[in-house]
T-cell receptor, first 113, second 116 residues
Framework: AQTVTQSQPEMSVQEAETVTLSCTYD???????LFWYKQPPSRQMILVIR??????QNATENRFSVNFQKAAKSFSLKISDSQLGDAAMYFC??????????FGKGTKLTVNP | GAGVSQSPSNKVTEKGKDVELRCDPI?????LYWYRQSLGQGLEFLIY????????KSGLPSDRFSAERTGGSVSTLTIQRTQQEDSAVYLC??????????????FGPGTRLTVL
């Protein structure tokens, strides 16, 4: 079965600094998608960024970018110029056409002013 | 509304009672998902609907849990004879399931269930 591991239960960053959240996954599939979701205290899960496994180019969305290493099965999220509104739980997720998302246990990000 | 909505937002019930949780997906989304988020357990997949059919019920933890979807829209998750371990946030998501594309799921705000 596919598994997703987030090894950092908690992380903190100073406002305006850069932070990287780690994610590794295990799969025998060659085609799949990876996602980072943000969950603020309101509980609403919000998609931050996604990556198609067949694309070598790392996805970027404004201040958010990923470092996708397919061979290493690693999918880290980099947040640049961190803002107070970035404080939330961040979940890494995997999907391979089975329709369901497999999530990691999450990383709680604190942004210090 | 534009997003996925869920009701109630919070539900407190006594052990042994039945509860129903409701999800209204984004209009036009054919796929609907239920997940459970327990403290320390992350998000667990429960069930997935394509239209009114449920091709994958593999995540339902016991036969006390059931779900249905009517008219390809609203879904209800029912938990019978609730137990304290059922306490969790129940999240619903919907997706348009574009062929060959990423299954981008849009989530509702969840229902927090507390079983006393």
């Amino acid at each position: 079965a596919q598994t997703v591991t987030q090894s950092q239960p908690e992380m903190s960053v100073q406002e305006a600094e850069t932070v990287t959240l780690s994610c590794t996954y295990d799969t025998s599939e060659s085609d799949y998608y990876l996602f980072w979701y943000k969950q603020p205290p309101s509980r609403q899960m919000i998609l931050v960024i996604r990556q198609e496994a067949y694309k070598q180019q790392n996805a970027t969305e404004n201040r958010f970018s990923v470092n996708f290493q397919k061979a290493a099965k690693s999918f880290s999220l980099k947040i640049s110029d961190s803002q107070l509104g970035d404080a939330a739980m961040y979940f890494c997720a995997y999907e391979d056409g089975s329709e369901k998302l497999v999530f990691g246990k999450g990383t709680k990000l604190t942004v210090n002013p | 509304g534009a997003g996925v909505s869920q009701s109630p937002s919070n539900k407190v019930t006594e052990k042994g009672k039945d509860v129903e949780l409701r999800c209204d997906p984004i209009s036009g989304h054919t796929a609907l998902y239920w997940y459970r988020q327990s403290l320390g357990q992350g998000l667990e997949f429960l069930i997935y609907f394509q239209g009114n059919s449920a091709p994958d019920k593999s995540g339902l933890p016991s036969d006390r849990f059931s779900a249905e979807r009517t008219g390809g829209s609203v879904s209800t998750l029912t938990i019978q004879r609730t137990q304290q371990e059922d306490s969790a946030v129940y999240l619903c998501a919907s997706s348009s399931l574009l062929a060959g594309g990423p299954n981008e799921q849009f989530f509702g705000p969840g229902t927090r269930l507390t079983v006393l």
